[in-house]
């Protein structure tokens, strides 16, 4: 078997099983929240322990990490990872507030300043859980996938399906109910099914701009700050998800109009990716530039 899939493979199970591994532990000794415990810590440390042991002893080796800043080469990979998902949830918002589907009742009574702060807090807060996952799936699947010469759709399509499968345990046990209440109208087993659609759609920016930046950095960048908005906003009620509409509309990664918004931009950095590596093979070879980009 070919080392490269072999390691795959094990990742892969380790990925989606070590979260229900994580359910049993705290079965045999329940934390007082799910979320606290060494479960949890289980489930989210596993995927890159994985990572550092198949990197270090398995032959996949360091080349493809993602571990450098690259921040002279890549700046401009920064800036759209800030500007992303603002630019994104603003028009989502927008477009909620437009047709009824999102309340903006937290901002009419804490203010826009309040939001600012719980923005920055959970920024903080999220940081180094999102290194855990981002080290994971573009630090490794999305590389890995591509040293296998993968059409980049399939790559990314196979990299958010891993990344919706160990998510289910979280779902399932260690986050709070009210909380994913919060963020969606719909049960649990729906919900879960969605995220199947969602992620794998959303992981083309995550994979697309970590492949033009050569570094998992600006992605990470990127998810802290996904996560730095959406979590104030719905978890802490400054918007309202309201009926149906509120499942099209939701300004939060479990959004169908924002994840769509999110995809479509992973496509515009994918043809931007095609057509720079075109011009750039052309220069070497001093030939006229010819792209053929097809989606």
Known sequence: MNKTIR???IFTAVTLTCGFLGIALDRLNPPQDPLQGLGALVWLVSPLATVLVLRAF???GWQDFGIKLNLRASWMWYV???LIIPLITLLT???GVIFGAISLTGFETEGFHAFLSLMGVTFVSVMVK??????????YLTPRFEALRLNPFLNHILTGLIWAGWHVP??????NRDVLQSHTPLSLSAFILLTFILLPLQAIAFGELRLLSNSVWPVW???NIANAISLPLLSYGFVKVNGGLGVLLSPGMEGIVYTTLLALAGI???KYRVKNTAASKATAANLPVTTNVSV
Do not use: P, S
């Open 130 to 139: 999102n290194i855990f996952e981002e080290f994971a799936w573009r630090g």
């Open 93 to 95: 918002l927008t477009l």
């Open 80 to 82: 759209t990872a800030v």
């Open 268 to 270: 515009g950095l994918y």
């Open 221 to 223: 960048l990127m998810h």
């Open 58 to 60: 398995g032959g996949d």
């Open 170 to 175: 979280y779902y399932l046990y260690f986050l």
């Open 7 to 9: 390691n795959l493979i």
